[in-house]
């Protein structure tokens, strides 16, 4: 899926400093070093596939960075910076703001919960549809990687003496009850 992300970003973002998008390997080196330093720290340089600098004097302090597995960002100081993995986005949409610009909202799986995300594009609203739709289509690669990775295990078969196994020996070192390991052996049996 790695290469599929970056192909993504390379068809669906265009290199648009006007619209605050920049493409690696075309990132301005200080913009980039300022959203690592200031909001996404947790992601290394090399890892980087696009840069969205949401600030209008283009010191790239608040925007997003994208690379092979998700999207870390900050809409400004005061807002807390996010980090989103591709595979727990189950919804993209852009909107229009009531007081204009444009908004990315991201509707992200949290275990239980669905917990809805929103990148700002009050400065730059035309980055908006480009971003909307990379995100969109990163969410259906990592669910079509989901499903074919579903399929191709369908076809394998439960080692049903190792779980045996393994179920006693949890039992031996008292993790498992013995009922609750007969009623797993029941589910493998069926």
Do not use: C, W
């Not at 283009?58 to 595979?87: I, M, W």
């Not at 189950?90 to 990148?119: C, E, M, Q, S």
Request: charge should be neutral; charged fraction near 30%.
């Amino acid at each position: 899926m790695i290469r599929g992300i970056s192909k993504l970003a390379q068809e669906l973002l265009p290199h648009s400093p006007s619209h605050g998008i920049y493409l690696a390997p075309d990132i301005p080196p200080k913009k980039l070093r300022n959203a690592i330093r200031d909001f996404a720290r947790s992601v290394e340089e090399p890892d980087v596939l696009a840069l969205y600098d949401a600030t209008l004097s283009g010191n790239a302090k608040d925007g997003a960075v994208f690379t092979s597995t998700g999207v870390v960002f900050q809409n400004n100081d005061l807002s807390p910076v996010q980090e989103v993995r591709y595979d727990d986005i189950v919804g993209v949409k852009a909107k229009r703001k009531f007081l204009g610009g444009k908004k990315v909202r991201l509707d992200v799986n949290r275990g239980r919960a669905t917990v809805p995300f929103v990148i700002d594009f009050s400065g730059r609203p035309d980055a908006a549809e480009y971003v909307a739709r990379f995100l969109y289509e990163a969410m259906m690669q990592s669910i079509e990687s989901e499903a074919s990775e579903a399929e191709r295990m369908k076809g394998s078969s439960t080692d049903v003496r190792a779980v045996r196994n393994a179920l006693q020996e949890l039992v031996d070192r008292g993790q498992l009850s013995p009922s609750d390991r007969e009623a797993m052996l029941r589910t493998i049996d069926e």
